[in-house]
């Protein structure tokens, strides 16, 4: 590996200059700003809004598209940059999109459960934009943890759903290599509650110790030999800034989360009870397009691939992506693939 | 290993010095000073140097609470330090109450501790063997950068895989869950210490204003759901935005008013 005759020490002072340059460049990129199309806000409830993009074409007659993230993470990660946006994608293609943003929640709010979030906020949200285009069924895009929302909406209002998309989303929280889900397994939901409110960093500390080398070192380490341009650094700033930009969790519907879905995995047991209705994935007999990661560490793809089991629909189609679960969403090869197959699974049912 | 930030106060930059930094001393036991290289004596300085890292990145958290160094509970030193080891507990979490119960959750957690010590440990070490393992006993120091990341990326997928192989295991998950559980219950204790401490000053308890809370929450359901009593105040229009078509406001009203009959109202939690 060595090569005969370089002077000693002189890789090392290689690596020490490159150390440096990549530092000041990445202390140049600082200043990046995240989220790139226009929107304007058009409803809220509590912490909770609703936002509108601004069309970028014509039309495409479809029914508007509602999107809904997840409450862990921001959801700008789906507008980060022009050429990383899926929300861009969708727009160029004549969409109608809306985009819910589920805020910053207070400790006022921790009694705040997911009958709220589902009822009155994400319901909130389907009945404004509904009422925009006369009642119609919108469609509907469930990210992540907000697909999870999204099933038990379409599952107990399903004339409100004409469509549904799933991305990166679990539904059977107990297949083998689902690490987050063992170790939340054995904790203390009640415990957990009386807490409060659990703070975005903790959730993200959770994420990060999944594959903490890869995660918190590797990434960085690869900066230096990669050399990546100016561009590509503000990209990656971007990235992290979304990364660790997690907001708090309100500690009724975190306990929820936690208890029904990854312990109890009430989904696929069908044993989910919310609000007094029974959610029953096989009430769902809308179109669903079922997109996952095939390297996702966060949710793996058994637990996404799940859904074509249990839903209703006759018209279900799951397919992989050769990608991570951040990857989904932003990567340069899945920023193509990922808006493709939605914009062409919809065209198709138009 | 602590991380320089989260949220909005994350600094990238500080993250790549501090991890640019242990890559650049790792490269130089690696021999890429020049000095030549015996693999073989290079597992216990790297299974130290990983078991260092670990204990930083993944418990650092425990002990920077109970030395008080998390104020209010939850700080920006858990952002890469494990989901477990971010909950507030210690001894500043329970100062000066000095009761029995939060110094038997203080020891229980010093005991657990250990036991997670031990995992990082074994951990640590099965990494570097199998790093050593794989490396070969003809492979030369790094002469490059990119060598060098090469020699990185094996050692990262060595670490990874070794890690993987204890944390998926299920005496693993279930030591985790009961540090968290354990610093869940110190939390409590330190909750339960404030409220008799505000009690005894005469103001508010969190519970009472919990209560209120609730029955707030529950008043504005009943309101909803009686359909011409004045609107609950939380669902609006964003300022300057279209109002909502007559339909959709009754189909709004009507999905509010639904939960009413079949919520239980909430007392205060503890």
């Known amino acids: 590996m060595n090569d005969a005759g370089a002077a000693p020490g002189a890789a090392l002072a290689e690596l020490t200059l490159q150390i440096s340059a990549t530092l000041a460049r990445l202390r140049s990129a600082a200043g990046v700003t995240v989220g790139c199309s226009l929107k304007e806000r058009v409803w809220s409830c509590g912490k909770t809004t609703l936002y509108r993009y601004a069309p970028l074409a014509p039309p495409a007659g479809s029914p508007p598209v509602l999107i809904c993230f997840a409450l862990v993470n921001r959801p700008y990660v789906l507008d980060l940059q022009p050429d990383r946006s899926l929300v861009r994608r969708l727009l160029e293609a004549g969409l109608d999109v809306y985009l819910i943003d589920w805020g910053d929640p207070e400790e006022s709010d921790r009694h705040l459960d997911l009958e709220d979030y589902l009822e009155r906020h994400l319901g909130g949200c389907v009945g404004h934009v509904r009422a925009q285009c006369g009642g119609t069924p919108l469609d509907l895009l469930g990210v992540c943890q907000g697909g999870v929302l999204s099933l038990c909406y379409t599952a107990l209002h399903p004339q409100a759903v004409g469509r549904l998309i799933t991305l990166t989303t679990p539904v059977d929280f107990h297949t083998s290599g689902n690490l987050l889900s063992k170790w939340v397994r054995g ?33 960085y380490v690869r900066l230096l030999t990669s050399q990546p341009d100016q561009r590509a650094l503000e990209d990656f700033v971007r990235m992290e800034k979304w990364i660790f930009d997690s907001p708090p969790q309100n500690a009724a519907a ?10 109890e995995n009430r989904l696929v047991r069908d044993t989910l009870t919310i609000g007094g209705r029974r959610v029953r994935l096989a009430d769902i007999r809308q179109p669903l397009l079922n997109l996952y990661a095939s390297e996702d560490h966060i949710v793996p793809a058994s637990a996404s691939s799940a859904l074509g089991e249990h839903v209703g629909s006759r018209d279900y189609t799951g397919c992989a992506i050769a990608t991570g679960h951040i990857g989904m969403y932003v990567s340069r090869a899945a920023g193509g693939e990922v ?9 198709e049912r138009s | ?9 994350f600094k990238p930059e500080e993250a790549y010095a501090a991890a640019a930094g242990r890559f650049f001393e790792m490269m130089k036991t690696f021999g890429m000073s020049g000095a030549t290289t015996d693999w073989k004596s290079l597992a216990a300085p790297l299974a130290s140097q990983f078991e260092r890292w670990l204990q930083m990145s993944q418990a650092s958290p425990w002990f920077k609470a109970a030395a008080g160094d998390t104020p209010g509970g939850f700080g920006p030193a858990s952002a890469a330090g494990g989901f477990f080891g971010a909950l507030p507990l210690g001894p500043a979490a329970v100062q000066g109450a000095q009761m029995p119960r939060a110094l038997e959750l203080l020891g229980r957690l010093a005991q657990l501790q250990g036991q997670l010590a031990g995992h990082w440990s074994q951990i640590a070490a099965t990494a570097a063997q199998r790093f050593i393992a794989r490396l070969g006993s003809a492979a030369a120091p790094p002469a490059t950068p990119q060598q060098a990341l090469q020699l990185y990326e094996l050692w990262v997928n060595c670490a990874e895989e070794a890690y993987a192989a204890t944390v998926h295991r299920e005496d693993f998950s279930r030591l985790q869950a009961e540090l968290a559980n354990t610093s869940a219950a110190l939390l409590a204790e330190q909750r339960q210490q404030a409220e008799a401490l505000v009690r005894s000053f005469g103001l508010p308890t969190r519970n009472e204003v919990d209560a209120l809370h609730a029955q707030l929450q529950e008043l504005r359901r009943v309101l909803a759901g009686l359909g011409t009593a004045p609107r609950a105040p939380a669902p609006q229009p964003a300022p300057g935005a279209t109002p909502p078509a007559k339909r959709g406001r009754k189909r709004a009203a009507g999905r509010r008013g639904a939960p009413a009959g079949r919520k239980r109202a909430r007392g205060p939690r503890r």
């Open chain 1, 187 to 219: 904790i203390d939901t009640a415990l957990l509650e009386r807490c409060g409110n659990v703070p975005g960093e903790l959730l993200n500390g959770l994420f990060l110790a999944l594959m903490p080398l890869r995660l918190t070192q590797q990434k």
């Open chain 1, 254 to 263: 975190l306990a929820q989360f936690v208890r029904w879905f990854y312990q």
């Open chain 1, 339 to 347: 808006p493709g197959r939605i914009i062409s699974w919809l065209a």
């Open chain 2, 1 to 9: 290993m602590q991380n320089p930030g989260s949220g909005s106060t």
